[in-house]
């Protein structure tokens, strides 16, 4: 096919397309005689002897999309890291797209920061906003190597990292305050306390999210909350939003007290009414072909665990492999530091031979220890086990919540034997647990004596 500009007009002659198309064929020809383009090693590579003089983070923007040919050259040290990264990405078994990505991204890095410094975290990230890169297998990659400066923004627990930044996101005093009270709960604060872990931390915060969310519009600093502000921030709740908001403030406010941040708890002399929720069963229409409408072997597996043997959903994500004998048709839950032992039925056995066979297909060379593994918790050399959000994902497509179908199915069970006994030794839960189901599905063998 002829270029554009090379395209014969139809008004000339035969003769003079012809001639055209000789001259093209020829320039043709040179093109892909001509030598290729040997790059030079670019001379800016990161010296490890070299003094920082102030610290800057690159933007990868700057450089056009282009073939990898056109980046500088690769020094023997950066060529024999991307050959031990091709070797490393065979071993783990990855598919080509994020092998063949992963090793262009390493090539960009390479190219321009050379392989004989660590390279910053925020470097690597900042590669993010271009296509056709993937950031964490690379990271990882290279961390393990000890070839990564972490970044401070990087360290410390995750929900800890999600934490300060939402809170960061309020306005300045009321961020301020919410750091503190964080401190507080740390026992980093004036007086020693014991630390709270960082996800009840979040639960707390997670509560009072939407009642922060309305103060900011009108209150520049948590000083300026009364009595009455508390009082109606409850009363706009439902009864259980209101059950777990009023412990949060609690915690809030006696933290901002104790470090002298306010002068009074607002939250002093509020209660409510004990209520003791017993637990109430989901519609048969909605529990109907709850497994079929999973998607996928871990989904199915994963709704079988909670609907038909009562797991929770944490314990569901921290199964490990080793955990399941498929041979006996058992798998050992380790619950509150004791093994509880899970005899499956036969559906559940079934789609547990199921997901090994599907988990063994798609990456036979991890060495992730968990039962359930996703592409990137497969992948990643740290072995962490699913992220929650999975697991969220398949119950949010059910619309229903694992705890309330891991309820429903002790209450069921609980509605065929009222043995307290029954309940703990195929559930795995307490004796005062136990109670409170056989209370909720025999209502009438409820005490409503004096005591």
Same mark, same amino acid.
């Given at each position: ?23 093209? &064929? ?16 670019? /001379? ?16 990868? $923007? ?69 296509? $056709?890169?993937?950031? &964490? ?48 709960? &740390? ?6 306390? /014991? ?25 520049? $600093? ?58 109430? #069963? ?47 048709? &058992? ?49 990643? #050399?740290?072995? /962490? /086990? ?14 229903? $919540? ?40 025999? #209502? ?8």
């Amino acid at each position: 096919m002829l270029l554009p500009a090379q395209r014969a007009d139809p008004s000339s002659t035969p003769e003079t397309s012809l001639a055209d198309a000789e001259v093209f &064929r020829d320039r043709w020809s040179w093109w892909l005689s001509r030598p290729p383009v040997v790059q030079q090693i670019s /001379p800016h590579l990161v010296d490890p002897a070299q003094i920082t003089l102030f610290d800057a983070r690159r933007n990868w $923007s700057c450089l056009p999309v282009g073939a990898l040919d056109e980046l500088p050259a690769l020094t023997p040290a950066a060529q024999a890291l991307v050959e031990e990264f091709d070797q490393h990405a065979l071993r783990h078994g990855w598919n080509t797209m994020p092998r063949v990505t992963g090793r262009k991204t390493l090539r960009l890095l390479l190219a321009w920061i050379g392989a004989e410094a660590p390279i910053h975290e925020a470097d690597i990230r900042a590669l993010t906003d271009r296509r $056709s890169t993937t950031i &964490r297998r690379v990271l990882q990659f290279l961390d393990a190597k000890g070839m990564v400066v972490p970044g401070p923004t990087r360290q410390g627990d995750p929900i800890e990292r999600a934490l300060h930044r939402r809170i960061s996101a309020l306005p300045g005093r009321i961020a301020e305050e919410l750091h503190r009270w964080m401190l507080v709960l &740390r026992g980093q604060g004036r007086r020693p306390h /014991p630390a709270f872990p960082f996800t009840t931390i979040r639960t707390y915060f997670n509560a009072l999210a939407p009642v922060l969310n309305a103060w900011t519009d009108r209150v520049t $600093s948590l000083r300026e909350i009364t009595t009455s502000d508390i009082q109606a921030a409850i009363d706009d709740q439902t009864p259980a939003t209101a059950r777990n908001l009023l412990p949060a403030l609690r915690s809030l406010f006696r933290a901002l007290k104790q470090e002298k941040l306010i002068f009074r708890d607002p939250t002093r002399g509020i209660t409510m009414a004990a209520q003791r929720r017993l637990p109430a #069963p989901i519609p048969t229409d909605q529990l109907r072909g709850l497994i079929d409408r999973a998607d996928g072997p871990l989904a199915k597996l994963v709704v079988a665990l909670v609907a038909i043997h009562a797991l929770g959903k944490k314990e569901t994500d921290h199964l490990l492999l080793a955990d399941l004998d498929l041979l006996t048709g &058992r798998l050992h839950v380790t619950r509150n530091g004791s093994r509880h032992t899970v005899y499956l039925d036969e559906l559940t056995h079934a789609l547990a031979i199921q997901w090994v066979r599907e988990r063994r297909r798609l990456w036979p060379r991890t060495t992730n220890p968990y039962l359930l593994v996703s592409r990137i918790t497969a992948a990643d #050399p740290t072995h /962490p /086990p699913i992220a929650h959000t999975l697991t969220d994902a398949v119950f949010r497509r059910a619309d229903i $919540s694992p705890g309330r179908l891991r309820r429903d199915r002790i209450l069921d069970e609980a509605a065929y034997t009222a043995d307290p006994i029954h309940l703990m030794r195929v559930f795995g839960i307490s004796g005062k647990v136990a109670m409170k189901y056989v209370q909720a599905a025999h #209502p009438e063998r409820r005490t409503t004596g004096p005591r």
